[in-house]
């Protein structure tokens, strides 16, 4: 997320974009090279058995299929400088995926892998606060209605801030649920055991786990205002969705009465707020408080005359048309 490629790195097309491709397709290709190595010399680091390999194994050929034989089989094999997406990319990460879940197996490898996730993910909301309040930092970085940070697009801002959003709380989540292990050092050097357990340990205990705690209240605050900044309604209903669809799945099926509370709290938040927007959407009031949020603003535009709706609602049925055309 952090590259970008500008002066001083040497400038490309689209520098937001080619440079965190290239960036990430060189990194991926070098890591299978020497996990290949690994592999044969260690079986425990192969592949584990997983369903969601298989899986995505068919989508990644279901996507060749469709680059042959789509209407532009350069475009949808290579893509373009704009998106450097395409077959390639997803082959990327198909690669990506299998070298990740071949050599993190246990729960303090996964642990350790998303936190420092999530320590970049607050470094960009940093960005994020400075860019929009014009705090020079990147000279780049100029301020901006919706910030874009180093990701060239506000709504790429949004997704990405979900996403990391989603990973605090369930952290957060996890640590407030009733240790079953304790981890001790003999587990902490496991990892380097030649046999080494396919299922993470369920424990939750482990030292510094306050100042965790700490760190992901922040994450989750700062990447939250980042993503309110973003003015990405998507991401915004996104969340939204998320926070209901947990709240319910475990007011139904969980265990842990303090979280089945904070699930309560977080369903009715968030119906609660809800039903404010309708009931003051359109109201003199909030049209004025809207015109200073970016945020608001668009949310308050949302419906079927709202130009951003409507392109969507467009590329669908291009998208529709396209396929029928050529599946």
């Known amino acids: 997320p952090l590259i970008v490629m500008a002066p001083p790195l040497p400038n490309t097309f689209f520098p937001f974009i080619v440079g965190k491709a290239i960036y990430t397709h060189t990194l991926i290709e070098i890591a299978v090279g020497m996990w290949v190595l690994l592999a044969m010399r260690d079986s425990g680091y192969r592949p584990p058995r997983s369903w969601l390999l298989p899986i995505f194994v068919v989508y990644v050929v279901l996507v060749l299929l ?5 209407v532009s089989p350069q475009r949808s094999i290579w893509s373009t400088y704009e998106r ?6 997803v082959a990327h990460w198909l690669a990506f995926v299998i070298v990740v879940s071949s050599v993190y197996r246990s729960w303090i490898e996964w642990r350790a892998l998303l936190n420092f996730n999530l320590c970049i993910s607050v470094v ?14 990147l000279g780049y970085l100029t301020s901006t209605e919706r910030v874009d940070i180093t990701l060239g697009n506000p709504t790429y801002v949004g997704a990405y801030m979900l996403v ?7 952290f957060l989540g996890h640590s407030l649920m009733k240790p079953t292990v304790v981890v001790t050092e003999s587990v902490l050097k496991s990892r380097h055991r030649r046999r080494r357990s396919r299922r993470a340990p369920s424990g939750t205990e482990f030292p510094w786990v306050s100042s965790l705690r700490i760190f992901w209240v922040s994450a989750i ?9 973003s003015g990405t309604r998507g991401a915004v209903v996104g969340l939204a969705g998320g926070i209901v669809a947990f709240s319910i799945g475990y007011m139904i099926w969980g265990r842990d009465r303090r979280i089945k509370f904070v699930a309560t ?9 809800i039903l404010l927007f309708v009931a003051v959407r359109g109201h003199p009031s909030f049209d004025q408080i809207s015109q200073s949020s970016v945020m608001l603003s668009r949310l308050s535009n949302i419906g079927p005359n709202d130009e951003s709706v409507a ?17």
């Open 265 to 273: 709290f977080l369903l009715s938040s968030v119906v609660g707020l």
């Open 84 to 89: 450097m997406q395409g077959f390639v990319d």
């Open 221 to 229: 605050v700062l990447d939250t205002i980042i993503l309110y900044m």
């Open 311 to 327: 392109g969507r609602v467009n590329s669908a049925l291009v998208g529709l048309h396209g396929f029928v055309a050529r599946p």
């Open 66 to 70: 469709a680059s042959l034989f789509g």
């Open 124 to 137: 960009m909301a940093m960005l994020g606060l400075g860019q929009r309040y014009d705090i020079q930092v």
């Open 164 to 170: 990391n959003i989603l990973i605090a709380l369930g």
